[in-house]
T-cell receptor, first 113, second 118 residues
Framework: KQEVTQIPAALSVPEGENLVLNCSFT??????LQWFRQDPGKGLTSLLL?????REQTSGRLNASLDKSSGRSTLYIAASQPGDSATYLC????????????FGRGTSLIVHP | EAGVAQSPRYKIIEKRQSVAFWCNPI?????LYWYQQILGQGPKLLIQ????????DSQLPKDRFSAERLKGVDSTLKIQPAKLEDSAVYLC????????????????FGEGSRLTVL
């Protein structure tokens, strides 16, 4: 059974810092890995999707990497802004027949001015 | 392109009452998921459909929860009778079997339905 862990659980930083959020998964046989952002009281917004054959994806100030062999993905946020404050979740999509996406508990990020 | 639609956004009920949530996925998405998200936790998969067939419902409490996806489009999740521990946000997501630009299997979520059981 796939298990996904996110570290740290919470993070509070001043504006402008570069951040690293970690996601680890127990079963390396994944189809893809997806990073999401969730604002309070809202649904999940997709940030980046990395297919199993890819090593990284970039979108603006966000960069996500994937290392299947070590069961890890990292979300890098450059020059953080107060508007980046949210919970960040990763989901590992199993490559078995049922293709079940399993989520971590998320990292709660606060960027203060 | 319209996103995943869910209703109602909020629902407050007494324990032992029943409630139903509705989801309309993105047009053409064959796979539909219902997740339960308890405050402070990550989403937990309840049931996964592909077209109108169930792919996985191993974590669905079948004594009180039921879900259907008629004609492989809209889906309804029902809870009867509700318990206090069912208070959560119920999230619906959909994905396509074939993605655009290599984005195969990308999940798209609705805004969620927040349930409070008193």
């Amino acid at each position: 059974k796939q298990e996904v862990t996110q570290i740290p659980a919470a993070l509070s930083v001043p504006e402008g810092e570069n951040l690293v959020l970690n996601c680890s998964f127990t079963d390396s046989a994944i189809y893809n890995l997806q990073w999401f952002r969730q604002d309070p009281g809202k649904g999940l917004t997709s940030l980046l999707l990395i297919q199993s054959s890819q090593r990284e994806q970039t979108s603006g100030r966000l960069n996500a990497s994937l290392d299947k062999s070590s069961g890890r993905s990292t979300l890098y946020i450059a020059a953080s802004q107060p508007g980046d404050s949210a919970t960040y979740l990763c989901a590992a999509h199993a490559s078995g027949g049922s293709y079940i996406p399993t989520f971590g508990r998320g990292t709660s990020l606060i960027v203060h001015p | 392109e319209a996103g995943v639609a869910q209703s109602p956004r909020y629902k407050i009920i007494e324990k032992r009452q029943s409630v139903a949530f509705w989801c309309n996925p993105i047009s053409g998405h064959a796979t539909l998921y219902w997740y339960q998200q308890i405050l402070g936790q990550g989403p937990k998969l309840l049931i996964q459909f592909q077209n109108n067939g169930v792919v996985d419902d191993s974590q669905l409490p079948k004594d009180r929860f039921s879900a259907e996806r008629l004609k492989g489009v809209d889906s309804t999740l029902k809870i009867q009778p509700a318990k206090l521990e069912d208070s959560a946000v119920y999230l619906c997501a959909s994905s396509a079997l074939r993605g655009v630009g290599g984005r195969v299997g990308e999940l798209f979520f609705g805004e969620g339905s927040r349930l409070t059981v008193l």
